[in-house]
Each structure stands twice: as C-alpha cells, then as structure tokens.
C-alpha cells in the first residue's frame, strides 16, 4: 500500500491533531509535611519535564559458547523538572527544606523529628489534549528531590530565573484518563 498525504492527516485528525508538548500539569506533594507539597499555583511555575521512559535491563546468558539475553529487572531513570523561580523563591525554599528534612542541614546535625519516612512523596505529569480534557497521567512513587541546580545570575540576562530539580523514585504507573466519564484515572 502506497503512503498518501490524506492517510497520515485522517489518522492524526481521528487522534486529536497529536499529543502536544506544551499541554501538561504537574503535581508533587511531600507525604511526611504537607506544607512542603506545591499549591496548585505553583505546579503552575513547573515550565518543563519529561514522561518518563521505560527500560528493562538485559541479562546475559552464556550457553554452549554463546551469548543469549534474557529480560531482567526494570529501572528507573530520575525524574527532572524545570522550574521558573517567583521572587519569594516559594518552591525552591520548600525543595531546599524537604532536602534538609531528608538528610540534615549543612552542619550535618540531624534531628530524628526531621527524618526520611517510608514514603517521601509523590509526583503526577498528566499529558491534557487540545480539547482540555486529561488524555494521560504517570504518577511516581516514594519520590524525593536528589539534586537542587543553580540559578545563574548575569547582568546580561533579562529572563525569569529558572532552575532544575532532580528527583528519585521507586518505580511509576500510567493511566488513561477517564474525565469524560467523570471517573478516576486508572492507574496500571
């Protein structure tokens, strides 16, 4: 069958004109301090960040001189986030206390009260389509910022301050979204 020009517009029209990568939300919340989690107007600040990939490692089995691959263990990649810097720096002040909640302040003093729980938080990106509604979402668990970047100041600059955060997780989920039906997403 010859490609044509009309198939490939029908097969992208049947699926909303394409995913688009500027239509997406963020959400994180910190389980052990809930003061710590982004407000709805601050996920708002969240400028970029990825859905994540999927990987399976490969284990290699010798057998009679060769070399056969079987599937083994998934991983996870970190997660990073964009993040534009407001003027009171409310989200990098909180990313900064969840870090030193997690691992003590610069002293190295740790207080019990302030430990690591079991779960330190969680993430959602929803992919929204260009009808608004919530198309897919990818949710991480026991999840906790690894890295802080800097923020480069240069009289040069006339942009908003951003940096990046650098997150740890277990392991995600995905789920189709089912807001048309008024439903919960489905996580898998």
Not at 20 to 44: G, H, Q, Y
Not at 80 to 92: A, G
């Amino acid at each position: 069958m010859a490609f044509t020009v009309s198939n490939f517009k029908s097969n992208m029209a049947d699926g909303g004109g394409g995913a688009r990568p500027t239509l997406f939300s963020v959400s994180i919340n910190c389980s052990f301090d809930a003061s710590l989690s982004f407000t709805s107007n601050e996920s708002l600040l969240c400028k970029a960040t990825s859905i994540p990939a999927a990987n399976i490692a490969a284990l290699p089995l010798n057998y009679a001189g060769r070399a056969y691959k079987l599937s083994g263990f998934r991983t996870y990649d970190n997660w990073t986030t964009t993040i534009l810097n407001d003027e009171n720096f409310s989200i990098r002040n909180k990313i900064m206390d969840w870090m030193y909640r997690l691992s003590g302040d610069a002293d190295g003093m740790r207080s019990p009260a302030l430990g690591m729980t079991n779960t330190p938080g969680e993430g959602t990106i929803t992919q929204v389509g260009v009808d608004g509604l919530d198309k897919q979402s990818y949710k991480f668990y026991n999840m906790w910022p690894t890295e802080l970047s800097e923020i480069a100041l240069d009289w040069s600059n006339d942009a908003v301050e951003e940096y990046t955060v650098t997150w740890a997780y277990d392991y995600w989920t995905h789920g189709a979204s089912q807001e048309e039906n008024n439903s919960e997403i489905s996580w898998t």
